[in-house]
């Protein structure tokens, strides 16, 4: 079946509504897909509703942001969205992603440029993981920066004068966040953690032995020689090989894409 399971609305960073992707994904050919928002799933019941009216097999999903070595994403299938200790989690993350946020307008402040958390609400409008991208856009908004790029190479980025270390979870409290809601926990775009194969490997095994159920074998910019090693390692590990554009809107590089996907892999998220 042709598969897109990583695409984000504007309930996190995306660009579009969860309507407009299940349009969207429906016009490139794609059968089954899931809206995997950054920390939310405020889009979730609309694009399954506009995925079940386009005839679209759609799978509940979510993008978690975790630190270890680095940061590692963690996506989870298939989660009661429903579930009350799920949602507790969640909002215990959006408190710590405001915490960051303030710290990041104060020390803006410190260098004269001073952005109250209301206008960054406003630009982020319905997103519930709002975030340097929604400061960037006011920077721009303002002429302070020409673009996000400029805004994070200037400000926002690692060892730039506002940037604030992010308040992470560990990948096994993402892990155990999405078994909370009953999810099926597979490894985001995995070559691009920066780690050789043998070293990527041996993460999938640790993670694995945390509760991975998956891992993210197709992805935009993934090499055919990055998808084959995946594939293998998925199968050798007994993990559910998934795959995703990732795709935000028009103005970044993860166009949507029909992956193929196997019917017993995508049942095999459902089960």
């Given at each position: ?50 995925a ?9 999903g ?80 303002r ?17 730039k ?28 775009h995995p ?5 050789e ?75």
């Amino acid at each position: 079946m042709k598969a897109d399971l990583h695409v984000h609305s504007y309930y996190s960073d995306g660009e579009n509504s969860p309507k407009e992707l299940a349009k969207m994904l429906k016009e490139k050919g794609i059968e089954a897909a899931a809206l995997a928002d950054h920390d939310s799933v405020a889009g979730t019941s609309e694009f399954m509703r506009a995925a079940k009216e386009a005839g679209i097999a759609a799978v509940s999903g979510i993008e978690l942001s975790t630190f270890s070595f680095t940061e590692i994403h963690i996506l989870g299938y298939n989660v009661d969205i429903n579930n009350e200790r799920f949602h507790h989690s969640l909002e215990t993350l959006r408190q710590l992603r405001r915490k960051r946020l303030l710290g990041i307008l104060e020390k803006l402040k410190e260098l004269k440029i001073d952005i109250s958390e209301e206008e960054v609400a406003k630009m982020a409008g319905l997103s519930e993981s709002v975030g340097r991208v929604h400061i960037a856009r006011v920077l721009i908004e303002r002429g302070i920066c020409g673009s996000v790029t400029q805004a994070f190479d200037t400000l926002l980025g690692y060892g730039k004068p506002a940037y604030v270390p992010s308040h992470r979870i560990s990948p096994r409290e993402g892990i155990e966040i999405i078994k909370s809601g009953g999810g099926k926990a597979v490894l985001a775009h995995p070559f691009l953690l920066g780690l050789e194969q043998p070293s990527l490997a041996s993460l999938v095994r640790e993670l694995k032995s945390l509760g991975l159920d998956g891992i993210e074998a197709q992805y935009s910019t993934h090499t055919i020689y990055e998808t084959r090693f995946l594939m293998r390692l998925a199968r050798a590990e007994g993990l559910i090989p998934t795959c995703g554009s990732d795709y935000h809107g028009p103005a970044r590089d993860c166009p949507m894409t029909p992956f193929e996907l196997s019917e017993k892999d995508f049942e095999r998220l459902l089960g």
